[in-house]
């Protein structure tokens, strides 16, 4: 929200230092987030934080697509008439990225039986029948979008028109081995609230 899509694909590139002034002024705004957090967060997963927002326990949850594939199917509540979304504050014109990946796994014992399961997956229809039960957006151009509900189809048009961003939580941004840092320096901050020790982390992190 604060660096943009283009300084924060720096960030990885490294074109712009962990040390940067935009970083610690991130650090700073999700010190002051964290002041409106639940005493119990760090007990609680996802689907949890997402009960919570269902039942009118806490106000929002920061959260990707999936959760609206909870909350639809799982949850049985209605888009826009029990919950709303909307971006993260600073985000808009921005589309954070991540992919659900099925693979053909080397040596695997039915080669011919894994292909035309990802084949189906690949198709029009399979992707038609995965996404909107997921909650996230077709990878194909060609999908049926009268398939998906409000937010699916605000989600396909804001992917066309927004700059596209890596995540480094789900291991797009950055190598496991500095998400596995990053993740470590981010649980030290949430109790200590130290932005300047935070940001003294990444950058060794990043070395």
Known sequence: ??????????????????????????????????????????????????????????????????????????????VNQDFGYAATPGTEGSFMVITDTFGLPKGVKQPENVKKFLSVLGSVEGQDAFNPLKGSIPARVDADVSKYDEYGKSAMKAFKESKLAPSLAHGSAAEEGFVTKANQAVNIFVTQKDSSQFVSSLKEAMK
Do not use: C, P, T
Not at 15 to 36: C, P, S, T
């Open 1 to 78: 929200g604060v660096l943009g899509a283009d300084d924060y694909q720096k960030l990885w590139a490294g074109d712009m230092k962990m040390d940067d002034a935009k970083v610690k002024e991130a650090a700073d705004i999700f010190g002051r987030m964290l002041e409106y957090v639940n005493d119990d967060h760090s007990s609680r997963n996802w689907q949890d934080a997402s009960q919570l927002v269902a039942k009118g326990e806490a106000a929002m949850n920061v959260m990707g697509d999936w959760a609206k594939g909870y909350f639809v199917n799982d949850l049985d509540l209605k």
